[in-house]
């Protein structure tokens, strides 16, 4: 195994480090096996309930009126999240045009959402006009109210209560941190909030933003009253395979409004033809708890790599999951740089280029990248990066299988060795 780990670059020394963390893991590896084998079953359960046949796979083309395989998929997706209605769609280009789309399906002017657990996503903020942009929600004359979370990073209960109002149609919470540095919230988190303001105005719409958070619980974000659950298919449901695509889940007056604004009024879900996609995303799906767990994985390695050698990191080497994301304050920009280009260097698509920062558009500061996926920019497969400013904080995610996010890993590290930042 070392020699083999050698000729991919690693050294002894690194590799005697990793293996000393991942002895030290196994329990609760053991617990993300059992998570995975529970979300396994799920969706097992769902695809044979819907008797899933070779019929599926096929590819409709123009209007895609009755693509079986389509229709099939939406209510295996339904069956596994517990709800009435989904759409899956490769029409849905990211995970925030899927928000966009529930978001501009479900509210009307005059109407007002409430964003009960501080800023949503960056992307959003285009989309609900927070910054003034084309088209956003605010142009449509639907207000934006924000209640940001208590230092502590819990909810504050007291200003969402005041901040519900007659206007108020829809909630929206995100449940992965994203690139902030509060805490992700368990969907048991997400379950009491969802309770406390539904208390308070029942006929409120809840969404949760579930991007990253798929399959890393028992249970997601439906199972705990969210009206809707929306998320994007280069992320954790689509298992690596989906080369494109977002979803929409929850109950079937919600989705079928945020039908008409996927197509148009009148066609909603009967049209999108899925040109030979279904059977990626079928297998995706299949293969995505593993997925997830392997990220997860990865994640809580690197936690307790990087947490051993002095660097904080978001969460913790012992906290519990909520997404697969992992924080690391790298403290420098030549630790930034050597970090990213280590997880380049271990990846199975453009390992021989180095990732350089650049000034990428709608960020105040250059922007470091590492990523060698077989799809663009899908970030379940192993991928990394940080804004080049302090405290040159990395965030790291991926690996379509846990060994290969362990590499990825390792190299980052060897890459700090062999700059003389870090000493083992
Ligand atoms: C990735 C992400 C989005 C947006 O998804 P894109 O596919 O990049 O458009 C929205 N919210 C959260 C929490 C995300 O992680």
Not at 39 to 66: I, W
Not at 365 to 376: C, E, H, N, R
């Amino acid at each position: 195994m070392k020699a083999l780990y050698k000729q991919l670059g690693i050294s002894e020394e690194v590799f005697d480090f990793g293996k000393e963390i991942e002895d030290s893991l196994k329990d609760r590896f053991d617990e993300f096996d059992r998570i995975a084998e529970y979300n396994q079953m799920k969706v097992l359960l769902a695809m044979q309930k819907n008797r899933v046949s070779e019929e599926c796979f096929g590819a409709s083309s123009g209007y895609g009126y009755n693509d079986y395989g389509r229709d099939t998929l939406e209510k295996v997706y339904a069956d596994t999240f517990h709800t009435e209605s989904c759409l899956v769609r490769p029409q849905i280009a990211c995970g925030t045009h899927a928000l966009a789309i529930a978001l501009f399906g479900n509210l009307r002017p005059g109407d007002e959402l409430l964003a009960p657990a501080g800023k949503p996503y960056d992307t959003l903020e285009e989309v609900i006009g927070i910054r003034p942009s084309k088209g956003s929600l605010a142009e449509y004359g639907i207000s934006y109210r924000q209640v940001d979370l208590l230092a502590d990073g819990t909810f504050d209960y007291e200003k969402i209560k005041a901040a519900i109002n007659e206007k108020t149609k829809l909630v929206a919470i995100q449940r992965s941190k994203g690139y902030q540095t509060r805490p992700s919230f368990s969907v048991k988190q997400i379950g009491e909030l969802i309770a406390f303001v539904k208390k308070i105005k029942p006929d409120v719409i809840c969404m949760v933003d579930n991007c990253y958070g798929e399959f890393v619980d028992t249970v997601e974000p439906s199972d705990v009253g969210a009206d809707m659950i929306v998320g994007s298919l280069i992320k954790n449901p689509g298992g690596g395979l989906a080369p494109i695509g977002g979803y929409i889940a929850g109950t079937k007056e919600c989705v079928e409004n945020a039908s008409y604004r996927m197509t148009c009024p009148g066609l909603g879900m009967e049209v999108g033809a899925t040109l030979g996609v279904n059977r990626s995303f079928y297998q995706g799906f299949f293969l995505a708890p593993m997925v997830t767990k392997g990220a997860v994985k990865g994640a809580v390695f690197a936690a307790n790599v990087y947490e051993k050698l002095g660097f904080p990191v978001i969460p913790n080497s012992t906290e519990p999951r909520q997404d697969i994301i992992q924080a690391v304050t790298l403290g420098s920009p030549e630790a930034l740089i050597a970090f990213c280009k280590g997880i380049q260097a271990a990846a199975p698509v453009d390992s021989y280029v180095d990732p350089e920062p650049w000034d990428m558009p709608g960020y105040d500061s250059q922007v470091i990248m590492a990523a060698g996926a077989f799809v663009q920019g899908s970030s379940i497969e192993l991928s990394a990066d940080g804004p080049m400013k302090a405290p040159y904080s990395v965030y790291f995610q991926g690996g379509l299988t846990w060994e290969h996010a362990k590499l990825g890993i390792l190299m980052s590290l060897q890459k700090l060795v062999d700059a003389n930042i870090v000493t083992l």
